[in-house]
C-alpha cells in the first residue's frame, strides 16, 4: 500500500494485517522466502512455522538455514514470539510429538 502526494511517495513498512488480502500476501512472502525447505525440513502456515529435524544436531543446522533464510530476506523475527528446540507442541488444533500426530481435542 502506498501513496503519491507533492513531496514524492510513501508506503509502509510493515504489512497492516488490518487489509483482507494480508494473510494471503504474507504466506506467499513466507513460500518465496523458504522456497524448496518448506517440506525439507519446514512445514508452514502464514506465520507459523515448523522446522524439524531427526535430531538434535540436524535441528541446529536447519535452523540456521532457515534462520539465514530469513535474515537475507531482511525479515526480522520477534523472539518473544518464538520457541525453540521443541519435543512436542501444539499446531494447527492437533498435538505433534515424536510418537505420532493427534488431534488436541
Same mark, same amino acid.
Given at each position: 500500500?502506498?501513496?503519491?502526494?507533492? #513531496?514524492?511517495?510513501? !508506503?509502509?513498512?510493515?504489512? =497492516?494485517? !488490518? /487489509?483482507?488480502?494480508? =494473510?494471503?500476501? $504474507?504466506?506467499? %512472502?513466507?513460500?518465496? %522466502?523458504? !522456497?524448496? /525447505?518448506?517440506? #525439507?525440513?519446514?512445514?508452514?502456515?502464514? @506465520? @507459523?512455522? &515448523? %522446522?524439524?529435524? =531427526?535430531? $538434535?544436531?540436524?535441528?541446529?543446522?536447519?535452523? #540456521?538455514?532457515?534462520?539465514?533464510?530469513?535474515?537475507?530476506?531482511?525479515?526480522?523475527?520477534?523472539?518473544?514470539?518464538?520457541?525453540?528446540?521443541?519435543?512436542?507442541? @501444539?499446531?494447527?488444533?492437533?498435538? &505433534?510429538?515424536?510418537?505420532? &500426530?493427534?488431534?488436541?481435542?
Amino acid at each position: 500500500m502506498a501513496f503519491v502526494t507533492t #513531496d514524492g511517495l510513501y !508506503g509502509v513498512n510493515v504489512l =497492516p494485517f !488490518g /487489509l483482507s488480502n494480508a =494473510p494471503l500476501t $504474507f504466506q506467499r %512472502v513466507t513460500n518465496s %522466502v523458504l !522456497g524448496t /525447505l518448506r517440506r #525439507d525440513i519446514a512445514l508452514v502456515f502464514i @506465520d @507459523d512455522i &515448523i %522446522v524439524y529435524s =531427526p535430531t $538434535f544436531e540436524k535441528h541446529e543446522k536447519h535452523m #540456521d538455514i532457515v534462520l539465514i533464510s530469513w535474515k537475507k530476506a531482511n525479515v526480522k523475527l520477534n523472539s518473544v514470539k518464538c520457541t525453540l528446540a521443541r519435543k512436542e507442541l @501444539d499446531y494447527l488444533g492437533y498435538r &505433534i510429538t515424536r510418537t505420532g &500426530i493427534k488431534p488436541t481435542s
